[in-house]
């Protein structure tokens, strides 16, 4: 029987895709993630449909309502293939929260104050139950660069961090300078990797920008320089990316 980990008000919904999380790990990453359907109760009945073979821990609804569908001692299958530093089983390795939202293939609807609020009250309580680092609080899309875009660049980070949720500084405003691109190659673009591997994104330094280099730099932006979003590595993005590697706590 399902039962809520959560003190918050929270429904039970529970869904049938959901297995042992691997090796003993335990939740160190929490991976936030927009259903991307037309409305909850869609979404609600694909993360428990057994042929989807897809599921969250939590959704949270446009009103700020809470439901819990696996339990966070489990694995649900919410994250897919994809990899953050040495994890590459993210979802034994993970809480996912799915927040209702019709994402690009609606033209990113505005998230609702109150699934905000409900999302960042969640989020902090999921991380200090499970002693998630700030830095550790994800977009799909970091995790997965080159399949996902959630939740998306008009998801509020900087209102999440101001809750006490994530890892943020404010973004260097976007002016001229220097930029990087695919197609070149050399040690600019080799330190730009070397810099986005350091945070803890799976990009070997190569020295040449190819496509797996613009869909990371793409997915650094769209979580921390989401003014503008195109892959390019502006003076903008290189310079708001040194700033969170410095802002990074120290851990012994």
Request: hydrophobic fraction near 40%; include cysteine.
């Amino acid at each position: 029987m399902l039962q809520p980990d959560t003190a918050l008000p929270c429904s039970l919904h529970p869904s049938p895709n959901f297995g042992m999380r691997r090796d003993e790990q335990r939740p160190t990453l929490l991976i936030l993630h927009y259903t991307g359907m037309p409305d909850a109760a869609g979404a609600i009945a694909r993360l428990s449909d057994p042929a989807a073979e897809v599921s969250c821990h939590y959704v949270v609804e446009e009103d700020g309502k809470i439901l819990q569908m696996v339990a966070e001692a489990n694995r649900a299958w919410h994250a897919g293939a994809g990899q953050w530093k040495t994890i590459s089983d993210i979802n034994s390795a993970s809480i996912g929260i799915e927040i209702v939202n019709y994402g690009h293939d609606g033209n990113l609807p505005p998230y609702p104050v109150a699934q905000i609020e409900a999302v960042a009250a969640l989020s902090h309580d999921i991380c200090t139950r499970h002693h998630i680092a700030a830095e550790h609080v994800l977009a799909h899309s970091d995790i997965a660069p080159r399949r996902k875009r959630d939740p998306g660049e008009h998801f509020p980070w900087r209102r999440l961090h101001e809750l006490g949720v994530g890892h943020w500084v404010l973004p260097e405003p976007i002016g001229g300078g220097r930029f990087l691109s695919p197609g070149e190659s050399g040690p600019p673009i080799e330190a730009l990797q070397t810099m986005l591997h350091l945070y803890g994104y799976a990009l070997s330094p190569s020295g040449s920008f190819d496509h797996e280099t613009f869909a990371t730099v793409s997915a650094f932006q769209r979580h921390f320089r989401p003014q503008r979003v195109d892959g390019i590595a502006d003076a903008s993005t290189i310079t708001t990316l040194r700033n969170l590697l410095a802002a990074l706590p120290r851990r012994s």
